[in-house]
């Protein structure tokens, strides 16, 4: 495209209007410069400042007409640098999910005038809607939203992401039940579609299906409703029975028994280091540890093997999954000779422990709500830290003569206060009040210059600290604390509520299908 593009002024003038409905980044100004010296080229900067000029002084309406005209005057290059030329829109406007209207609408211009072929399948809310379900009852541990998103990308164009999540909000509030009762009304207003359309849209659900090489109940009762409705036959059975090496591999990762079998494998790897961290029973028993950790490696080994194995045509997919990079990690990391280093090889061997917290469905809510508390705490602790040094900078001031030893400098005054935001400032106090001649500095008198008794500015300072910092912080901490972990725990019983339901869809069909039935008859009798 770099030679063959014949009006690279109205392409830039297209592009400088896509830049209009951006914000303002640098991110986003060396993500526009990268696409144009990748896919243009740098020989067009007459022509770049052409179509800058002539946008300069122009209001939205004349920028809507340029831009038509600008895509009819496109029309005429060849196929191919239609093609790029829409390649490099998509670039500017669905690099990330942040898409305007005008964009969506601008790039819907362009497919039109630059009279390209169009996707397999037209996107639409309703589609998205029943691919919204589909999506929730499809995922495993090989099939991820991000490659559904992908396939969808495939047959419908880069414009998914809006019509997801549109669909999404209209689903948000819907049980199980009402959710399917809708596709359904949807799917059957979408018979009317051509045989071609429908048949694509099928070919699409069967490539999300057939990710993990696995039919689920599940996946069959919604594919069901999809081929019920839409009037249309599969033979997507056929495909499933077909036998594959990947298959095989992905069978055995997903099977429970064999996720319960590695959780033994961690916790019995875990138990080892800690027998071994006594001298005598580690030199009693060293062939017996050394054969144990020796098999566990290679259980380990073998599982990150056949990990890889069920996903090896997606290889991207395997190395994004931050589980898969982590095993992997220490799986690589179990056979480096770190022999000399005890420490790190029992810290390898334990961190394995992180897999079974992250499936255990108590601790991940303990876990969880600590980690979404760590940013509103951590501005607890700035605050928090902004009190002490105001009452450093005053108890400097006010007891610094009297008290050399823990107000001398804001520094010593600062970790005073830090130490009695815990325990021991009783004594401290009584230094203030009754003056350090007459309590506290018996073994330290050549200290005690300037003796003062303050027992009113003492007991002020000190307790309004005490109920300001004590009190009031940290319940401050725990209210955040818990307020996560309510917030995480009804997430989480949300989740298990619809993992139940979709785990019993079976029954919620029946129902729907029993009240069809059953206002059939009412229908008939009147």
Not at 11 to 40: D, E, G, Q, V
Not at 180 to 207: G, P
Request: charged share 25%; proline share 3%.
């Amino acid at each position: 495209m770099k030679t063959t593009l014949k009006n690279p002024v109205e392409l830039f003038i297209l592009i400088n209007i896509l830049s209009i409905f951006t914000p303002p980044s640098i991110i986003r100004k060396h993500h526009f410069k990268r696409i144009i010296s990748s896919r243009i080229g740098e020989n067009f900067k007459e022509q770049q400042e052409l179509a800058e000029k002539k946008l300069e002084f122009v209001d939205d309406i004349e920028k809507l007409k340029l831009a038509k005209e600008s895509l009819k005057k496109l029309q005429e290059e060849n196929v191919e640098t239609r093609k790029e030329i829409l390649l490099i829109m998509q670039d500017f406007i669905f690099v990330d999910d942040k898409i305007a209207p005008a964009e969506r609408k601008l790039y819907q211009l362009a497919t039109k005038y630059l009279q390209l072929e169009h996707y397999p399948i037209s996107p639409s809310i309703e589609l998205f809607e029943y691919m919204h379900v589909l999506s929730y009852v499809s995922k495993s541990e090989f099939a991820s939203i991000h490659n559904f998103i992908q396939i969808w990308k495939k047959y419908m164009g880069p414009d998914v992401i809006y019509f997801y999540l549109e669909a999404q909000k209209n689903l948000e509030n819907l049980s199980l039940e009402d959710q399917l009762i809708k596709i359904e009304e949807n799917l059957k207003n979408m018979r009317e579609l051509s045989f071609k359309e429908k048949t694509n849209i099928k070919l699409m659900v069967d490539e999300i299906i057939w990710i993990d090489e696995k039919l689920t109940k599940q996946e069959k009762i919604v594919y069901d409703l999809l081929l019920e409705n839409l009037e249309i036959e599969s033979d997507l059975q056929e495909n499933i029975e077909k036998h594959s090496i990947r298959k095989i591999f992905s069978q055995i990762v997903l099977n429970p028994f064999f996720t319960s079998f590695i959780n033994i494998s961690i916790i019995i790897t875990s138990i080892t280091v800690g027998f071994e961290t006594d001298y005598k029973i580690a030199k009693d028993f060293a062939f017996e540890f050394y054969v144990i950790n020796t098999v566990i490696r290679f259980i380990f080994l073998a599982e990150i093997l056949m990990r890889f194995i069920a996903e090896w045509n997606r290889p991207k997919d395997f190395f994004s999954n931050r589980w898969n990079l982590f095993d992997l990690s220490l799986v690589v990391g179990s056979f480096l000779p770190l022999g000399n280093f005890p420490l790190i090889l029992r810290i390898l061997r334990l961190a394995r422990f992180a897999k079974i917290l992250e499936k255990e469905r108590h601790l991940r809510i303990i876990i969880q709500s600590f980690l979404h508390s760590i940013k509103p705490t951590a501005f607890v602790c700035l605050l928090l830290l902004i009190i002490i040094y105001i009452y450093a900078v005053i108890g400097t001031t006010l007891f610094s003569e009297n008290d050399p030893i823990h107000f001398g400098r804001l520094t010593l005054s600062m970790q005073t206060l830090i130490q009695i935001t815990f325990e021991g400032w009783t004594d401290i106090l009584y230094i203030q009040m009754y003056g350090c001649r007459n309590f506290g500095y018996a073994d330290f008198g050549h200290l005690c210059n300037f003796p003062t008794s303050m027992p009113v500015t003492a007991l002020i300072y000190f307790l309004s600290f005490i109920v300001l910092n004590g009190l009031v912080i940290i319940n401050l901490v725990v209210g955040i604390i818990i307020d996560n972990w309510n917030v995480t725990k009804e997430k989480m019983e949300k989740e298990d509520e619809l993992d139940f339901t979709v785990k019993h869809i079976d029954i919620v069909v029946g129902k729907i299908r029993a009240k069809r039935f059953e206002n059939i008859i009412d229908e008939k009798e009147e």
